[in-house]
């Protein structure tokens, strides 16, 4: 060693640093690697990511690897170091040598390169599996004389060393990757996803029309109402019945009137003469009934293998709940993409500042989306049936107030044994202190 150059000792060191930097940044990027984005690349054929993957099959055996390397080139460099200090500095040049080389592993073989190799994982960690996967054949005894050793040591303190991390994401894990991924994905794509994954979480009652709103045609009725019904109809498809929604006959397509209907211009002479009802029972499908609670990403898929566009959401007792069509379900994804010519007055209407004025029948999640709200979505489905639930009774008259968390309501119009129209509006709320139960305040004005 006295023989050899101080300078050629330098370079020695250098290289030694650069070796400790290389196995650092690599064990860094190794274990940073994106695995979903890794199988992205490898499925595409990126030869950096095939070789990267390969390695992470084995994780016990690549760490080996990499801390057998890094511990023997940073015991090479602290001998070297401590070598060359002693020459020139004689009996000091241990500390000398102690502190410096700390110093300068810390930064150029520690700190720096692991910094970096977490910030560009894929930079690093692609190249060095080229370097890799040679060393791990040539250490390869080694490697696996160590791997058995600390093994053992693991299983005497409960572990398995064969356990692998599942990599499986679960809904609200995917959920979040999606909210995430702002950067790659738009945000109307981005909602989309995000409404997919949701589907699992909303049931046919959520979006399902409720049975007093349901458009249909009562068989029983006299030919005239019937053909009005008919002509004033904005939708295709009509549930048919006799006297009430329970005693279903089935859905008339209303493109296949001409089986039933004569000319037009006949129709408006004669009217009750001109619809032939028994071929209107006829020409109906067979009704598709669905039942209640069934899961809409459940649903849609039974759409799609009935063939079926619409169906009836029935009770355990069979009873008529709603009606549910295949748009629903997809406005749930896409947003709304028709228009219901039935809608002619909005559910809710701003009214002042920060109060709205909002229809009784308005559902719940309606309601949420729209104003960005959280009410409870677990029971009732409408804004009614909600304000019912939490005053336990029906309210005599107009008037009544009800404070539900940081929402106020304030019944305004009762209609048909129903609460129709309420104002409404979000106030300050404390969670901790100033209320305990749901329903705050009910005051009779």
Known sequence: MDAIPISWLSMALI????????????????????????????QKGHRGARKASRLLNRPDRLIGLILIGNNLVNIAAAS????????????????????????????????????????YPEKIAFPASYLLQPLQALFRPIVIVTNFITNAIIRWLGGNPQHNQNDDLSFEELRVVVQESSATIPKKRRGMLVNILDLEKIVVNDIMIPRNEIYGLDVNQDAGTLLEQIR??????????????DDLVGILHLRQSARYLMAQNDIEKNTDARLDKRAMIESANEPYFIPEGTPLHTQLFNFQREKRRIGIVVDEYGVVLGLVTIDDILEEIVGDYTTN???????????????????????????????DWQLPTQGAKTLNGLLLEQLESFPDTSGVSLSLKEYHFEVLAIQDNMISRVKSKRIAWNNESEFDDDVNQIDDD
């Open 341 to 371: 010519f039935t809608e002619q007055v909005a559910d809710i209407i701003p009214h002042g500042d920060d109060e709205f004025l909002i229809m009784g029948s308005a559902t719940l999640r309606d309601i949420n989306k729209q104003l």
């Open 15 to 42: 290289f030694l640093i650069l070796c400790s930097a290389f196995f650092s940044s690599s064990e860094t990027s190794m274990m940073a690697l994106n695995r979903y984005r890794l199988k992205h690349l490898k």
């Open 80 to 119: 070297l170091a401590t070598a060359m200090a002693v020459r020139l500095y004689g009996d000091a040049g241990y500390i000398i040598a102690t502190i410096s080389l700390t110093l300068v592993i810390l930064i150029f073989a520690e700190i720096t390169p692991k910094t970096f190799a977490a910030l």
């Open 232 to 245: 004033s109809s904005e939708y295709t498809r009509l549930p048919i019945f006799r006297d009430e929604l």
